[in-house]
């Protein structure tokens, strides 16, 4: 009917103002204008009929329900690629040298690639952990400390490294997230220790056979004063973190490791423990005075020193971050043919790898491998064997 319309007005020329149509003739889709203009514009009913794949009718498609009508263009999808840094060589919560490639989403991180070896200090050469080494020479050896010695630096020596170690990780791990106030108390006690022999770190007092010299006079004393206090300290440390909320956002469900990979990966002390597997050196395999079954052998001296035994042994104690061991080798000489030093932070830093669930947060959140305890020193000197000629 329209183009009827249409068609008769093309033929009377140009409209006139007065000539007025009568609507019925008109289709809904056609508007006329009386201003010696016409124009067509579709509205929303006649375009909707026309959405989506025009098809002719039939009985089948008459059924088909048309999709809703949508006049703008679907949004181009585009890949985000996450972000990815460098996390070091140098920073403040590496607490060391190491360097971390990330690939972050947001605060998350989604892979870690892991750089060691760029803190390397010669420690199989230094020997800064003696009691392992002190064990496998005395193995050697074929002897056996005093049992003084052994209990001075087993008990004594042993245990309050253990404690200073846990008392730097908890602390300084507060510390990245936020909290500074445990971090000034606990060393505050941690201190109090260092005056059998100065040290900050350790006391480098163990020595094949024994311990360097007699403790001081009066140290018991202090020892047992510092334990009474000490228990004051730790109640009011757990009262700061452990219920605090920011300390349980960036650490609940974070880095969590399986029982199965702690095994694959070879994890030791507190690790593996927390993933649920009861292994602790000093009761599996006890070490000096925690056994009693080792006998007592003379050695004889020679000017040019001792010549052991030719042979090998692998010697491990339960050091604070793990199991450390210590493999030597005799080769009939007064000096080891070979040295090979297993760290425990090693193996836990290889793990973080291969971690998807982790936080970080520059500012305020330390790196993975924080709350897995390990140590830069360990990752760059002591998975390693040196030849000592």
């Keep these: 009917m329209a183009g009827t319309v249409l068609s008769s007005l093309s033929k009377l020329g140009r409209p006139s103002t007065k000539c007025i149509l009568n609507s019925n003739m008109v289709s809904p889709g056609c508007t006329v204008l009386q201003n010696r203009q016409k124009q067509w514009q579709p509205d929303v009913e006649w375009t909707e009929q026309y959405a989506g794949a025009v098809m002719y009718p039939s009985a089948i498609t008459e059924k088909w329900v048309p999709p809703p009508w949508n006049d703008k263009d679907a949004p181009m999808e585009k890949e985000v690629s996450n972000l990815t840094i460098n996390f070091g060589p140098q920073h403040p919560a590496a607490h060391g040298v190491l360097r971390l490639v990330l690939e ?3 605060e998350s991180v989604k892979k870690c690639d892991s750089h060691v070896g760029l803190w390397h200090r010669e420690t199989h050469r230094v020997q800064d952990l003696p ?9 050697l050896l074929n002897i056996q400390a005093p049992p003084r010695g052994s209990e001075v630096r087993l008990i004594l020596f042993g ?21 500074m106030t445990p971090f000034f108390w606990m060393f505050e ?13 350790h006391a480098d007092y163990v020595r094949p056979g024994g311990v360097h010299q007699d403790m001081p006079l009066g140290l018991m004393d202090d020892i047992y004063e510092w334990c009474k206090n000490f228990s004051i300290r730790i109640d009011e440390v757990e009262e700061m973190l452990t219920n605090n909320r920011i ?35 000093r009761k599996s395999q006890p070490y000096d005075e925690m056994s009693m079954e080792s006998l007592i052998h003379h050695f004889k001296l020679y000017t040019e020193g001792y010549q052991v035994t030719p042979g090998s042994t692998y010697t491990a104690v339960e050091a604070p971050k ?7 080798m005799s ?19 290889v793990r973080g790898t291969h971690e ?12 993975p491998q924080a709350s897995w305890d390990s140590s830069e020193v360990g990752t760059d000197d002591l998975p390693t064997s040196v030849l000592c000629v």
Aim: hydrophobic share 40%.
């Design 104 to 106: 972050l989403s947001g």
């Design 322 to 328: 793990g199991e450390f061991g210590v493999y030597l």
């Design 159 to 179: 245990e309050l490294t253990r404690i200073m170690n846990h008392i730097m990780v908890i602390t300084t791990h507060a510390l990245d997230i936020g909290a």
């Design 247 to 281: 300390w349980k956002n960036r650490t609940v469900d974070i880095g969590v490791v399986s029982a199965e990979d702690a095994l694959n990966y070879g994890f030791s002390g507190v690790m593996l423990r927390d993933s649920g597997i009861k292994w602790d050196l």
């Design 356 to 367: 998807h669930n982790c936080v970080l947060s520059f500012a305020l959140q330390p790196p």
């Design 331 to 349: 080769d009939g000489s007064s000096r080891p043919y070979r040295c090979k030093i297993k760290a425990p932070g090693f193996a836990h830093l």
């Design 131 to 139: 009691q392992a080494y002190s064990l496998a020479v005395e193995k």
């Design 189 to 201: 006690e941690r201190e109090k220790v260092r005056r059998v022999s100065g040290a900050r770190m």
